[in-house]
């Protein structure tokens, strides 16, 4: 399991340990006779086959030439097993680009475009030195923060020893009486998202607990999407 | 016109046409563009590991083969379980014949889940109908051997339906105590827009 520091009620805070066991798992193909079968990467199409390319060099001819000559299909390289690739960046006359400027290009749900900004990575934040993940006080009942957010990722957090073994039992009783969820915060302020791993998708996160007798489930919730409508 | 899924609840049917719920249609999204000391703009694209083949961004492809390397039409192939040893059932999908609500679950069965999609559902009569209950039933998009534990529950924000795995929280004691091997898990996910002023 992973490390989380995560500080409670009482601003007290402790290393423990957060994880999953869970696995959907891969279905296996087999062909007739029971071998199995391999997925693998393959080449489709090189720079002289790709779309682009064909369009500007037969014009309105393409269609036929397709029919004809099957120009889209490079037979050297078509279908040959590739690993071990590195992503580039092309040039317009299709030469390997250094020293390439990456900037994002924000835009809105209806395709207007709102900013452009340098590229920025995310930073992990859940296992800092003197910054641990805040219990921030917020309380969302469970009924309406399940009704609220898709929690895309849920992991089991876990003590380490006896001590955290209290500290984080108090936690979950403390939610299941309250039958509700705390929100999380990271960074210095308690009031950033959670970034679980260096450039990573940061989350808003709840912690959910669970009690029976003296064993316990302290759950970290989290989300990046709100249930909100669409337009369709 | 989208296709429609056919609830029965109560003696009644109600279709609704199930809409991805996703990121980009609530927030907006983000394009890294990359430009060039000329400022052109330039395409992604990928080299062979040799330096050899410039493999313009598309031009990959998830090819089945067997052992020696030939293709394979997956459509003769058949799917068995992780460990290769049992044949998995095919299920219908689930717009081929109306779906039969009448297993209610609990706040526990529903928040346990990994979702692999959410639907947004329109049909007041159906949302009406549903409430405050949650109900569970069998999911299969496409059909096929890929299926998943669906929950219908309705929401301020409309009726959804969650499409997911089952995913175990146990009950821990103090002797379950386990330990820190601080593997950081991989990013396979690209970092994009949200708007967190949603708090």
Known sequence: ?????????????????????????????????????????????????????????????????????????????????????????????????????????????????????????????????????????????????????????????????????????AMAKKLADADAMMLLGGGAKGVEPLVMAGGGTPYRAFLEGRVDGDKYALILRLTNMELKPINV | MAKELIFKLSGSNFAAAPVKLERKKIYGWTDTVATDKNGDVCQSAYLSPDDSLIIPSGGLKQATVDVAGRWLDKSSLKAFSEDGTEALPVFSSSFDAPIELKTKATKEEFLDNDWESVYQLVNPDLATAVGADIYKFEFSYRGGVNHNDAYLINTPGGLFLFAGDKQEFPLVALADETTIDDTEEPVDESIDELDFSMF
């Not at chain 1, 490390?3 to 066991?21: H, M, P, W």
């Not at chain 1, 080449?43 to 099957?70: H, R």
Request: aromatic residues 8%.
């Open chain 1, 1 to 169: 399991m992973r490390k989380i520091n995560l500080s409670n009620e009482q601003k007290r805070d402790a290393e423990v340990a957060f994880g999953t066991t869970f696995h959907r798992p891969s279905p296996v193909y087999k062909t007739t006779d029971g071998s199995k079968s391999v997925s693998q990467r393959s080449v489709k199409a090189t720079l002289a086959t790709a779309d682009d390319a064909l369009i500007e060099k037969f014009g309105a001819a393409l269609a036929d030439e397709l029919v004809k000559a099957d120009p889209e299909i490079d037979m050297e390289t078509f279908g040959r097993k590739v690993e071990g690739i590195k992503k580039v960046y092309l040039t317009p006359k299709g030469k390997v680009a250094y020293g390439v400027s990456l900037n994002e290009h924000v835009y809105l749900p209806d395709g207007t475009e709102k900013e452009v900004r340098p590229e920025t990575d995310t930073q992990a934040n859940i296992a800092l030195d003197g910054v641990p993940v805040r219990w921030t006080g917020k309380l969302i009942p469970r009924d309406k923060a399940m009704r609220m957010f898709m929690f895309k990722r849920s992991y089991q957090v876990q003590h380490v020893n006896g001590l955290t073994y209290d500290f984080l039992y």
